[in-house]
């Protein structure tokens, strides 16, 4: 199952507001990464983290590696209409290849 | 660039038949990974390869389901005989290992029905 906690699992946000969500883990991981998906699509890279601590922006979009190591945050300022959709966070353990998914957090834009 | 490019998109089928979904990985890529989709259960790793030999099955539901990599542009995962629980999103996902840690780069995904 998954060993992943990603929340909110959901929210509304008025455009033009801050939005922030997180995960948190039961496993060090030595890789974060976020990812969107759009309705009918696959998830597309959004921010990917290689270093406790590191902080790294896309645009609009700023995503933290814990210094723990085992959680993570994405922000989004300024949300626009097309900031809907499910975001999800991953994480890679330090030995082999495989990606854990959080739950996704939902997000819905107020007209 | 061309990307992941799975087929078919949509795929209604009854019960007790064979599914065969594929999948052709971004050229150059040596690493494929097979994931399901359900509102329930989120992002599910069924198997993933290196080098087109699996290397951890371990999120495959049951023998119903099988996985080949016979090339490096090329792999399909089959179930049989299929179930309605079956029905999700399979997405095919492919990175290249042992440049740092490569992302993931997805596929838009095969919506499956079983009825």
């Known amino acids: 199952g998954q060993q992943l906690n990603q929340s909110p699992q959901s929210m509304f946000i008025q455009e033009g507001e801050d939005v922030s969500m997180n995960c948190t883990s039961s496993s060090i991981f030595n890789t974060w990464l976020w990812y969107k998906q759009d309705p009918g699509e696959g998830p597309v890279l959004l921010i990917a983290?290689?270093?406790?601590?590191e902080l790294t922006s896309n645009g609009r979009l700023t995503a933290q590696f814990g210094i723990t190591r085992k959680d993570s945050f994405l922000n989004i300022s300024a949300s626009v209409p097309s900031d809907v959709g499910i975001y999800f966070c991953?994480?890679?353990?330090?030995?082999?290849?495989?990606?854990?998914f959080g739950g996704g957090t939902r997000v819905l834009v107020k007209p | 660039d061309a990307g992941v490019i799975q087929s078919p998109r949509h795929e209604v089928t009854e019960m007790g038949q064979e599914v065969t979904l594929r999948c052709k990985p971004i050229?150059?890529?040596?690493?494929l990974f097979w994931y399901r989709q359900t509102m329930m259960r989120g992002l599910e790793l069924l198997i993933y390869?290196?080098?087109?030999?699996?290397?951890?099955d371990s999120g495959m539901p049951e023998d119903r389901f099988s996985a080949k990599m016979p090339n490096a542009s090329f792999s399909t995962l089959k179930i049989q005989p299929s179930e309605p629980r079956d029905s999700a999103v399979y997405f095919c996902?492919?990175?290249?290992?042992?440049?740092?840690?490569?992302?993931?780069?997805f596929g838009n995904g095969t919506r499956l029905t079983v009825t």
């Open positions: 050229s150059g890529h040596n690493s």
């Open positions: 390869f290196n080098n087109n030999v699996p290397i951890d």
């Open positions: 983290l290689y270093k406790a601590g």
């Open positions: 996902a492919s990175s290249l290992k042992g440049a740092g840690d490569s992302p993931l780069h």
């Open positions: 991953a994480g890679r353990e330090a030995a082999g290849n495989k990606l854990t």
